[in-house]
């Protein structure tokens, strides 16, 4: 079935480090991928999304990229702030599925110090 | 921003008992909710999807006599856990949604279960 691996944390960075969140997902058909961010004690929001190949999604300064070559949607930023200091996960909503359904990664969690 | 609560953000209950979960949506009317579940270190799994005045469609392996959802306002969806044991301890997350379209979920801060 539909899954979603995420690199294990904590990663701990430095302000202005630059970041790297490893994402790569398995699926049949064409899936919508999403990067989603919980800060603490509060629901996970909606950080950015790619519908189709080669699609970059953005905000805040976070990047990702769709790659179907190589499955994978990677959470980039160029430098951190200590107010990203968050669980980012990654998901997928199937290509065949058009009820909402997401899929999750297992989440990573970021700490960035000052 | 459409704001989700949960209530309550941690309960404890003795083994055997039930436990009700109330998730809200604050400033919309959530025609689809959905309630997740997560372990330490894991993903969230879909558990169900509540749609308003309908009976939930539980994911492959959820037992719906165990884990009963009710959605019965466009505000209002609640999971209860029936006859609670340790291994239903975890937290329980739901969304909400007011057009089905995946990104407009809007999540809540999840309940933390323990089970004695």
């Known amino acids: 079935g539909d899954s979603v691996t995420q690199m294990e944390g904590p990663v701990t960075l430095s302000e202005e480090a630059f970041l790297t969140i490893n994402c790569t997902y398995t699926?049949?058909?064409?899936?919508?991928l999403f990067w989603y961010v919980q800060y603490p004690g509060e629901g996970l929001q909606l950080l950015l999304k790619a519908t189709k190949a080669d699609d970059k999604g953005s905000n805040k300064g976070f990047e990702a990229t769709y790659r179907k070559e190589t499955t994978s949607f990677h959470l980039e930023k160029g430098s951190v702030q200590v107010s990203d200091s968050a669980v980012y996960f990654c998901?997928?909503?199937?290509?065949?599925?058009?009820?909402?359904?997401?899929?999750f990664g297992q989440g990573t969690t970021l700490q960035v110090k000052p | 921003g459409a704001v989700v609560s949960q209530h309550p953000s941690w309960v404890i209950c003795k083994s055997g008992t039930s436990v009700k979960i109330e998730c809200r949506s604050l400033d919309f009317q959530a025609t689809t909710m959905f309630w997740y579940r997560q372990f330490p270190k894991q993903s969230l799994m879909l558990m169900a999807t509540?749609?308003?005045?309908?009976?939930?469609?539980?994911e492959q392996g959820v037992e719906k006599d165990k884990f009963l959802i009710n959605h019965a306002s466009l505000t209002l969806s609640t999971l209860t856990v029936t006859s609670a044991h340790p291994e239903d301890s975890s937290f329980y997350i739901c969304s909400a949604t007011t057009s089905g379209v995946v990104d407009e979920q809007f999540f809540g801060p999840g309940t933390r279960l323990t089970v004695l």
């Open positions: 509540s749609n308003e005045g309908s009976k939930a469609t539980y």
């Open positions: 699926a049949t058909g064409y899936p919508s």
């Open positions: 998901a997928l909503s199937p290509g065949s599925s058009n009820t909402g359904k997401l899929i």
